[in-house]
Structures are given as C-alpha cells and as structure tokens.
C-alpha cells in the first residue's frame, strides 16, 4: 500500500506563488511515477503534471506549462508542486497520484493510470 498526504495549499493573490508538497510512504514508492491532479468546482479531475520514477522526466498540461513545475527529491519520498504566477482560473483541490511503472523514465497523464491518491489540498487563487 502506498499512502499520500498533500500540503502547501492556502488562499492566495493572483500573480503569486505556492509549493505543494506530498509525501509518500509505503511500499518501494521510489519506483512510482507521480502526478498532480486538480479538480475544480463542477469540473472534472484533470492532469496538471507528472514526473518519472527517476526524476529526470516530466510532462506538464498546456495550461501551465512555463508556471509550473514538479520534482521529487533525491531518496523520491517527497513530490512538489512549484506554482508561480497563479491565476484564479488555477483555484482547484489539488491531488498527488502514484502509478506503478515498468520503466525509470515513463510519464503518466491517463488519471486512469494512476493507482493511490492522496485526499487533496485547496488552492483558491484571487483576482
């Protein structure tokens, strides 16, 4: 089993900036690609970013590509979320996801993919 816990969420002004964390326990997580994921309001969950199991490769969504930016720390039991420039139209509750991977280097965007979440934290953005 793996468990996540996100953090880092907070009310915040458009233009500024956030980290989110999760932190991962629980089986051999080092060798789980990661994702973010975001739900707004009456929306469907979406793919925001997500790294490899070795780090060195991520994927971002259109709509955040150049603000945001995903890494996970060297022992891999942390993944965060650095978000600048927000804007209000980024206001979601924010999901950390684990996917069993075969490989050191695969990405995954399917929110099918994904097998363990975390119970999300709220990020409200401000015009």
């Known amino acids: 089993q793996v468990q996540l816990v996100e953090s880092g969420g907070g009310l915040v002004q458009a233009g500024v900036s956030l980290r989110l964390s999760c932190a991962a326990s629980?089986?051999?997580?080092?060798?789980?690609?990661m994702g973010w994921f975001r739900q707004a309001p009456g929306k469907e969950r979406e793919f925001v970013a997500a790294?490899?199991?070795?780090?060195?490769?991520?994927t971002y969504s259109d709509s955040v590509k150049g603000r945001f930016t995903i890494s996970r720390d060297s022992i891999k039991t942390t993944v965060s979320l650095q978000m600048n420039n927000l804007k209000p139209e980024d206001t979601a509750v924010y999901y950390c996801a684990a996917a069993r991977t075969v490989g050191p280097y695969l990405l995954k965007k399917d929110i099918k993919e994904y097998d363990y979440w975390g119970r999300g934290t709220q990020v409200t953005v401000s015009s």
């Open positions: 629980g089986a051999i997580i080092g060798t789980y690609a």
């Open positions: 790294i490899s199991w070795s780090g060195t490769s991520t």
